[in-house]
């Protein structure tokens, strides 16, 4: 593994792994159509393309592995435009596939634990359920060196600040800046397998060079979990900030936690719970 490309490779995690990378001396590349990803997270030592995922096949250099990030994220919004999801995360991934299947490129596709769900549920748990089944097809059907790692909440620096676009974490950051109430969607009790980002670029890279195969898919998930109450008394004791309990939501999952331990077993992955650490030491 030298040649590396990234695919989302100016988003969270995708700026997050290129960073460690660069560290390790690969040569990294990445392929961004910049429309949720930040120029601000572009960093010295990586090439950056401006260019959508479904034109990966105009890339002319070599690579010999493609961290597949690249996908629209957030559940609320796959409701507005369906078709937009469908077109990045479905079609964007076939094209990723078809791309390393001609080029001989190992892949590691960011998967999600939506995928424990009914696919149903929402666009957004749909296409990614058909994007893990397309990496699944080129692997069986095609021989492709494919694995997928399946995501849990991911948080951690460079998370996304926003109402609109962030997770539960950013959400609540962006509105702290605002003065506003914390929302707790439905009765807060859900509760979720909060992953940091070095742990997740930790296992991807540990995917990468491994020889090991697996049948599904490697699972970064802590394997411990938190209620969104838990969640926001942490916050609480930092920021001493008020709630506010909100409607349910469409494909508001009542919990999401790690499913199997191969990570650790098999790929000697430790991924460490720094969730309370990393809001007690937040700065806004």
């Given at each position: 593994m030298k040649n590396i490309l990234i695919t989302g490779g100016v988003g969270f995690i995708g700026s997050n792994l290129a960073k460690e990378l660069v560290k390790k001396n690969y040569n990294v590349t990445s392929i961004d159509d910049y429309s949720f990803g930040s120029k601000k997270n572009e960093i010295d030592g990586v090439e950056y393309i401006n260019e959508d995922i479904n034109n990966i096949s105009r890339l002319k250099s070599k690579f010999d592995i493609c961290f597949h990030l690249a996908a629209l994220a957030r559940v609320q919004l796959s409701f507005k435009d369906p078709s937009k999801y469908f077109k990045s995360n479905v079609n964007g991934t076939e094209r990723v596939m078809e791309w390393a299947k001609e080029n001989k490129v190992k892949v590691v596709y960011a998967g999600s634990s939506s995928r424990h769900f009914n696919p149903s549920d929402s666009p957004y748990a749909m296409y990614k359920f058909l994007g893990e089944e397309?990496?699944?097809?080129?692997?069986?059907?095609?021989?492709?060196?494919?694995?997928?790692?399946?995501?849990?909440?991911?948080?951690?620096?460079?998370?996304?600040?926003?109402?609109?676009?962030?997770?539960?974490?950013?959400?609540?950051?962006?509105?702290?800046?605002?003065?506003?109430?914390?929302?707790?969607?439905?009765?807060?009790?859900?509760?979720?397998?909060?992953?940091?980002?070095?742990?997740?670029?930790?296992?991807?890279?540990?995917?990468?060079?491994?020889?090991?195969?697996?049948?599904?898919?490697?699972?970064?998930?802590?394997?411990?979990?938190?209620s969104v109450n838990e969640l926001f008394k942490m916050f609480n004791k930092r920021f001493n900030v008020k709630s506010e309990f909100v409607p349910d939501q469409q494909g508001n999952y009542k919990k999401t936690i790690r499913k199997n331990d191969d990570m650790i077993s098999q790929l000697n992955w430790n991924p460490k719970d720094r969730l309370s650490d990393h809001i007690e030491n937040l700065k806004l």
């Open positions: 397309i990496c699944k097809l080129y692997k069986k059907s095609y021989n492709l060196n494919v694995e997928i790692a399946r995501f849990y909440n991911v948080y951690g620096p460079g998370e996304v600040v926003s109402e609109v676009n962030g997770n539960v974490i950013g959400i609540w950051r962006s509105k702290i800046l605002q003065n506003k109430p914390l929302t707790i969607v439905g009765d807060g009790k859900q509760r979720r397998d909060f992953t940091h980002v070095y742990d997740i670029v930790d296992g991807l890279i540990k995917i990468a060079l491994t020889k090991n195969k697996h049948s599904d898919a490697w699972e970064l998930g802590t394997g411990n979990n938190y």
